[in-house]
């Protein structure tokens, strides 16, 4: 499990670690991670899952050596809270794109409690032509703004929950739950399409992707008036990413070796597949692999920066 608190990652001049960012609204999600690493003395990082700049909310960005485990967020399920505005389907999904097609929204919102029930599950989805999915090198949207089409393959996602918060006019606010790779932008249109009156996402906020929540964010604004420590304070540790994996706990000797990427014995058999593994003094050292009388590494890390900041290494 996650650490309750996050444990600070900072020793000297080295940070490493994992922020949770409120990211606002009119900002690329590009814009958030550079003014992040500023206050952190331009350290490297990375941030995980794009964000829309007309959307806000949670943008975990990792820091330091903690770009080496971002993978695993990536791969997590998403939390969101969108107003989709029914009548009017646009080019880009959203309100930023052009009227593509109009109908009756107010004579269409019985149907929403059944459309909505009716994409909870395994659906497929075509990816938008305004996103950063590559297509012979060139991200779709460079395509779309040349006014060109790309015939995109759909793909299965999943929404896990799907559920009506409120109607105000013509919009409709919903929570959503689903699988990696979820467009919202294109859920929205998806749904106006399916009730006959066409719609987009009007407004997007991120609350979770995996066990992170919008409650533990921080925005930029506090985050800049915060000092040096009290920014370090906030940084989860990178084993934070990792946080479904078996920990295992290797000697010292064994954890020389792991860090100079050598496979060591292991008795007992260590869990098979891959493991968090950690120093006796609770340093993270890394991801590796569980093999049968093994442990071989898979990602590791350099000493001297973060301890744990898990509760469950035993």
Known sequence: MIAEAPVAARQGTAVDGVLLLDKPLGMSSNAALQSVRKLFGRIKGGHTGTLDPLATGLLP???GAATKFAGGLLAADKSYEAVIRLGVATTTGDAEGEP??????????????????????????VPPMFSAIKYRGRPLYEYARAGKEIERLPRRITIYALELVSTSGSEISVT??????????????????RMGCGAHLAALRRTGIGRFKIEDAVDLNRLAGFTETERAA?????????????PVVVDGARAEALLQGRAVAASPCPPQGSIRLYAEDGFFL?????????????????????????TDVT
């Open 100 to 125: 593509i097609y109009e109908g009756d929204a107010v004579g269409s919102m019985a149907q929403v409690p059944e459309v909505l029930h009716a994409f909870v599950g395994e659906i497929d989805q």
């Open 286 to 310: 890394g991801l590796g692999a569980g093999e049968p009388g093994l442990i071989v590494p898979k990602r590791m890390r350099a000493r001297s920066l973060t301890r744990a900041s898990n």
């Open 61 to 63: 960005v990792c820091l």
């Open 176 to 193: 959503v739950h689903c699988s990696k790779g979820t467009y919202i932008r294109t859920l929205a249109h998806d749904i106006g399409m």
């Open 234 to 246: 906030l940084l989860y540790g990178a084993d934070a990413l990792l946080p479904d994996l078996p």
